[in-house]
């Protein structure tokens, strides 16, 4: 049981680049979501679904899109990279949501924008 | 919207010294939770409070849920080098908001 995995573990990208952080879960959990911790700033929403087909907006979603097409998937578009998005992003889902259960997290993926 | 407000952001004590975070939030809460952070890694799910007043223990470490649902606070007894880590609070009213969590160091 993997729980939720997320790739790339590392990326490095030029200002202006696109590109998708994956996350995947297999314990069929209904709630999925991202979040990006920055120093000093805890961990902040970025986007969030309540099931397949539906997503809604966390604290912080400007710059990022999301889509939810199956259970299992929750993937994370940056359209145009820009340093302020450097950071470390993780994924998490549970059983219900979203406040209801508890968050299990992936290992996470650090971006660098230069 | 929901602030979850959580104090202190760090805390270093020698290794046998009690410790406690403090998370605060604006409003009334259906649900906290507490997570842990190991330097370099991803938050790790530590406890879930739901009843007003309620305290809960897992070995050396103390969780307790205010009367009014509005803050909450993790003790440490006798901090082991084990416990490094950043600790956040999440309060829930349908969405989890996380505190900015405390960092805790051991001196061994």
């Known amino acids: 049981n993997a729980g939720v995995t997320q790739t790339p573990k590392f990326q490095v990208l030029k200002t202006g680049q696109s590109m998708t952080l994956q996350c995947a879960q297999d314990?069929?959990?209904?709630?999925m979501s991202w979040y990006r911790q920055d120093p000093g700033m805890g961990l902040r929403l970025i986007h969030y679904?309540?099931?397949?087909?539906?997503?809604d907006q966390g604290e912080v979603p400007n710059g990022y899109n999301v889509s939810r097409s199956t259970t299992e998937d929750f993937p994370l578009r940056l359209l145009s990279a820009a340093p302020s998005q450097t950071s470390v992003y993780f994924c998490?889902?549970?059983?219900?949501?979203?406040?209801?259960?508890?968050?299990?997290f992936g290992a996470g993926s650090r971006l660098t924008v230069l | 919207g929901q602030q979850v407000m959580q104090i202190p952001q760090y805390q270093h004590v020698q290794e046998g010294e009690d410790f406690t975070t403090y998370c605060n939030s604006s409003?009334?809460?259906?649900?906290i939770q507490w997570y842990k952070q190991r330097p370099g890694g991803h938050p790790v799910f530590l406890i879930q409070?739901?009843?007003?007043?309620e305290v809960k223990k897992q070995k050396r470490l103390t969780f307790q849920f205010g009367e009014a649902k509005k803050n909450s606070s993790l003790h440490i007894t006798a901090t082991q080098t084990t416990d490094v880590g950043t600790y956040f609070c999440g309060g829930s009213n349908y969405k989890l908001t996380f505190g900015k969590g405390t960092l805790l160091t051991v001196n061994p």
């Open positions: 679904s309540v099931g397949a087909g539906i997503t």
């Open positions: 409003t009334t809460l259906s649900n």
């Open positions: 409070l739901v009843k007003s007043g």
């Open positions: 314990m069929n959990h209904e709630y």
């Open positions: 998490a889902s549970s059983s219900r949501g979203p406040g209801a259960n508890v968050l299990t």
